[in-house]
């Protein structure tokens, strides 16, 4: 009998701190991400510079990375086989188009082993093979970045300085995407 009135208060708080460990988890958890995905976008502060590693251009000739400079340049790093990589190629695609500056450009490297003759046809296959690309199928620039995953986007200053990155995929078309490379290449323009 002693116990009667004990057990009722224990299920009343397992009870309540069942429903707030909910109502916590769906605050936590629940909270859409930003779709665009440019919350994974860090900022890096010590804006190492791009290594001067030469790359095959769709092509076959070695570029430099160094003719980009006096420019931003977006690089994404991708590879055929990659899923997220894939989902993203179309909106680096419109992100080129909304950002009208002149000094933004935009490079996909290819970390596909096959190189040229497999990146360059799935390129056109997806309508894409006005976006100027690149191949590393040895990902030696990924290893000078120190990057271990794809899609990997970051981007150079026109200075030759990487001032972000983000890993994954995002939306790269979204409002957020363009305002944020816009805050970049445009600083003094209205957002």
Sequence with gaps: MRFQGAFPVTTIITTLFVVIALLLSEIT???PQKSSGMAKFVQDPPH?????????????????????????????????????CVD????????????K????????ISIDRGGIPTFLPFLKKLGMSELQSASDPQAKLMRKLQLTGI?????????GRIVGKLIGNAQ????????????FTEPDSPK
């Design 29 to 31: 958890y629940g909270t």
């Design 172 to 183: 790269w078309d979204s409002e957020a995407a363009t305002k944020l490379i816009r805050s």
């Design 151 to 159: 899609p990997t986007t970051i981007l150079v200053s026109p200075q």
């Design 88 to 99: 993203e190629l179309p909106s680096i695609n419109r992100l080129m188009k909304n950002i």
């Design 101 to 108: 500056s002149p000094n933004f450009k935009v490079l996909l």
């Design 48 to 84: 190492l510079a791009i290594p001067l590693t030469s790359i095959k251009d769709s092509t076959g000739k070695l570029i430099s990375l160094a003719q980009f400079e006096g420019n931003w340049l977006l690089i994404n790093f991708w590879a055929t086989w990659c899923a997220p």
